[in-house]
């Protein structure tokens, strides 16, 4: 059997420091598996060893996060089994279709960002940080994940390359670093949560986005799956299988399939409900069902 590997890149914000962060998340998305297909669970539970955070975070903020005020939200995550009534009608509130109505604008006239709310403009000026890669800071990231996934790669080894948030964007230039200027063989399944992939402003920042042809993308990925939940406005434009069409006509991804509608990111905090945080995104069912078929049959 393949040995396979499960690669996590988180998002954007300082994160608890590693080991911590990684145990967090591994009890996040073993618990969802377990709900979905217990025998998997056993099997993935054994496996911990396979399972690879890229702690990016340090690197780019210099700080890390006390991650105990989270804890009791977070085993409160665990505990639910789905979206209350109260979380529906907030991930729909009125105020958050006025974000996704200000970003939509703001992806299409950039200007208009510094308008808008101050947790979007954080999340665009983040992405604009790591593009603009201020003393080869982007770089250093992606080499850290290249460092990671290579050997896996040269190996032929199963992997599910898992990119939350600004996560999903440094996967997707690390994975074409990997294959147009190294030409590494090899090919991951590629799963994106609450992905900015969508958002124009995003892709003409794209590592290859001024080639021609197939050198445009990546050709190291087997499948991509895309989520995105109800109310999470950093996954504006979530439908992928649209965004990179291309990648699908050429032959460089067998199927590139998107589930965003009924989705959605319970997490929620003394702070509200937030749509967006990479535990809610994990606990949900559609992830669970997916790492569980994939572990099987990989």
């Known amino acids: 059997?393949?040995?396979?590997?499960?690669?996590?890149?988180?998002?954007?914000?300082?994160?608890?420091?590693?080991?911590?962060?990684?145990?967090l998340l591994w009890r996040t998305l073993v618990e969802r598996v377990r709900r979905a297909d217990s025998v998997t669970a056993d099997a993935l539970r054994a496996c911990y060893s396979?399972?690879?955070?890229?702690?990016w975070n340090y690197l780019y903020y210099h700080q890390y996060?006390?991650?105990?005020?989270?804890?009791?939200w977070i085993d409160a995550l665990i505990n639910k089994h789905g979206p209350t009534e109260q979380d529906i009608q907030?991930?729909?509130?009125?105020?958050?279709?006025?974000?996704?109505?200000?970003?939509?604008?703001?992806?299409?006239?950039?200007?208009?960002?510094?308008?808008?709310?101050?947790?979007?403009r954080s999340t665009a000026n983040e992405?604009?940080?790591?593009?603009?890669?201020?003393?080869?800071?982007?770089?250093?990231?992606?080499?850290?994940?290249?460092?990671?996934?290579?050997?896996?790669?040269?190996?032929?080894?199963?992997?599910?390359?898992?990119?939350?948030?600004?996560?999903?964007?440094?996967a997707y230039d690390t994975l074409w670093e990997l294959s147009r200027q190294e030409g590494v063989e090899g090919k991951v399944d590629f799963l994106?949560?609450?992905?900015?992939?969508?958002?124009?402003?995003?892709?003409?920042r794209l590592l290859g986005m001024n080639n021609q042809g197939k050198k445009s993308y990546p050709d190291r990925i087997r499948r991509w799956i895309n989520l995105s939940a109800e109310g999470d406005v950093t996954a504006l434009n979530c439908i992928f299988n649209e965004s990179f069409h291309t990648m699908l006509e050429q032959g460089l991804v067998e199927s590139i399939e998107d589930h965003s509608h009924g989705i959605y990111n319970f997490f929620r905090?003394?702070?509200?409900?937030?749509?967006?945080?990479s535990y809610?995104?994990?606990?949900n069912p559609a992830v669970g069902s997916i790492i569980a078929d994939w572990w099987k049959h990989r």
């Open 1 to 23: 059997m393949t040995t396979r590997h499960i690669i996590y890149i988180p998002g954007k914000n300082p994160k608890p420091q590693a080991p911590q962060h990684r145990e």
């Open 192 to 204: 994106t949560l609450g992905s900015p992939l969508g958002l124009h402003y995003v892709q003409r």
């Open 127 to 170: 992405i604009n940080r790591y593009f603009d890669n201020t003393d080869q800071v982007a770089s250093r990231i992606r080499r850290l994940l290249a460092r990671t996934l290579r050997p896996m790669l040269e190996k032929q080894e199963g992997v599910l390359l898992i990119g939350h948030s600004l996560g999903s964007v440094i």
């Open 50 to 55: 396979r399972f690879h955070l890229i702690s």
């Open 90 to 120: 907030d991930a729909n509130s009125w105020n958050i279709w006025l974000e996704r109505l200000m970003l939509t604008l703001g992806d299409h006239l950039p200007f208009l960002i510094r308008l808008l709310p101050e947790e979007v």
């Open 280 to 283: 809610g995104y994990l606990v």
């Open 269 to 277: 905090s003394n702070e509200g409900l937030n749509c967006h945080r």
């Open 65 to 72: 996060k006390d991650i105990t005020m989270d804890i009791p």
